[in-house]
């Protein structure tokens, strides 16, 4: 795969001042311009030469994980205390935008691990299992996993069957979940279950479960379209026991813990599609002033010009609500609609851009020479994971017609 041209740091850098300095974006902190130095210093280095061989062979990388650990960046919203990072959703954006520039499969697998299953832990554990769990996953030492969705049940989630009866002192679980990030690899998931009746919210109940426990196994893992290189597999609970102790929060509160934390990983997917979409715009963009047609640069003709145009002003508009959705969630606003907005629009566009990356770049747009057909790819998970494009509709028209 040949590189694309990327503009370089102290470029970079310098136009994301310029733009803060003409008001178009929230203000950048000093935090969020070291984040995306390091993270595309390390992109570039650890990531870049080795990602076609990743999405060739739908490795996931899981050393690759343990160095973003040593980084700080598996456990960006961690507190300090918990020997995590202690950043707010603004930096944390920042990574993740910055990583899936180049690869929107480690974008999805960090964002997966932070915010779904160590930010679950982080919100509903009790102390003793914040002090278990939170340094382990925020030093990449165990990797995290979520799981939600079974295979009946994925857009209506509330509906799900695998089931934790109660006995004695434990609960035993019995189904399976589908479509986990990391569901092979992860050392601890946390796992929404059935623990009441069918239809009500209140009869789901969320544990933490780690490798090894009897009756807790994994079983297929997906050969996905794209982000290759993000694990995604079943788990599947066959009489397992888990001491309530590994209960988070009360019996019957799963579920609405589930959708806060889902509130706030939908600006990790927006933040995911963001990063995607400025990948593939910006490899279009420098393609489209090398390549030559009829004695011109393709950029001087206005079909491809006006492509670019509106690539970057979707890039800039779901810029916006993304950094806005991170920015209230980080004063502890309510974020339901911002951030099912945000989702919405980003990913959207990151399908839309992706798509006329390929276009930009012709030919060799549909080749594995080029970045394009990656993006391209990468792109369409994000209008599906953690709620489709449609459910984030769901969301927000409730949330203008209460
Ligand atoms: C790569 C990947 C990683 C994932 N990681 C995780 C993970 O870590 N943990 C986890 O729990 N899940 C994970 N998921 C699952 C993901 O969240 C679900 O795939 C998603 O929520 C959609 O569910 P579904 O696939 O069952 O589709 P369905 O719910 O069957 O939807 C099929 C279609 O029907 C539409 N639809 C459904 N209901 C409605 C409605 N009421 N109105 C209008 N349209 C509707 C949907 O929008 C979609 O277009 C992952 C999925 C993928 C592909």
Redesign the pocket.
Known sequence: MKCPTFVSLKEQIHMEVADNIAGISFEESENQVLIAQTVRSFAELEIYPHMMVWDESQEFPIELFKKLGKLGLMGVLVPVEYGGSGFGYPEYVTAIVELSKIDGSIGLSMA?HNS?CTNHILQFGNEEQKQKYLPRLATAEWIG?????EPNT???AGNMRTVAVRDGDHYVLNGA?N???HGKSGDVAVVIVRTGEVGDSYGMTAFIIEKGTPGFTSGKKEN?LG?RA?E?AELIFTDCRLHKSQMLGSEGEGFIQAMKVLDGGRISIAALGLGIAQGAFEAALNYSKERHQFNKPISSFQGISFKLADMATKIEAARLLTFRAADMKSKGLDVNKESAMAKLYTSEVAVEVATEGVQIFGGYGYTKDYPAEKYYRDAK?CT????????QK?VISRAILK
Do not use: H, V
């Not at 599906?384 to 459910?391: A, D, N, P, V």
């Open positions: 997966a779904l996993a979520w799981g939600l969705t994925g857009s209506d979940k479509f986990i990030t996905k982000m993000s995604t998970l599906i994971g953690e709620g489709t494009s449609e459910i769901l």
